[in-house]
């Protein structure tokens, strides 16, 4: 897909070399880190990996206020557990999982407490930097989703966890993620629809 490689592009084995550098990268900071508390290790682990993690806080949880949360409590998380990773996953896929662990975490709380929760309550919509509209309405659609919908379209279409690994995750039965994904993407589809109608009467999102 890198169509600015100069050399063509990679093939199989390329990407899997280039995963197995970056994972013995991120050994070698996360080593480091545990062995001395090295801060600037810690930091170069959040520059690899933060861009990432902060758009897939946001998307699950619905908004950049919640997410810039999420993606805050994920990293303090993962500091005071860095020691226990196991590295049977990628370094970026655990620190997902921290973020799917805390997300969900918050949510029970919330309906503990009263509030509204997946198929209510949905934070207004920022403004999405982008430079395609196509690309800023379907942000938006997602961003735009009842919880529960928004959460199982991230994971399974955006991230490619399967359905059974997304029961586990939200601690859901695998038939309500597969009835939430097929209403989240009718939703994208309706919500995009009504985008491109008003862009051809003139109006402006």
């Known amino acids: 897909m890198d169509g600015g490689n100069p050399d063509g592009p990679q093939t199989v084995t390329d990407q899997a070399t280039g995963a197995d550098t970056r994972a013995a990268d991120d050994r070698a900071l996360v080593t480091r880190f545990l062995s001395g508390r090295e801060e600037a290790a810690f930091r170069a682990l959040y520059r690899r ?23 805050q409590e994920a990293w303090i998380r993962a500091a005071e557990r860095l020691a226990q990773f196991r590295w049977e996953s990628s370094l970026r896929t655990w620190l997902c999982g921290i973020a ?19 198929a209510g309550e949905v934070e207004h919509v920022p403004q999405v930097p982008a430079s395609d509209d196509s690309r800023l309405d379907l942000e938006r659609a997602i ?28 601690e859901i039965e695998a038939g309500t993620s597969k009835s939430q994904l097929s209403r989240a993407r009718q939703a994208i589809r309706r919500r995009l629809g009504e985008h491109r109608e008003f862009r051809k009467r003139g109006g402006v999102s």
């Open 100 to 118: 799917i662990n805390c997300r969900r975490e918050t949510r029970r709380a919330r309906a503990i407490e009263g509030e509204r929760s997946a």
């Open 143 to 170: 961003l735009a989703l009842p919880d529960g919908y928004r959460e199982v379209l991230v994971l399974h279409d955006l991230h490619g966890y399967t359905h059974e690994e997304i029961a586990r995750r939200l």
């Open 49 to 71: 990996h933060a861009p990432v993690l902060y758009r897939f806080a946001t998307r699950l949880a619905g908004g950049h206020a919640a997410g810039d949360d999420l993606h």
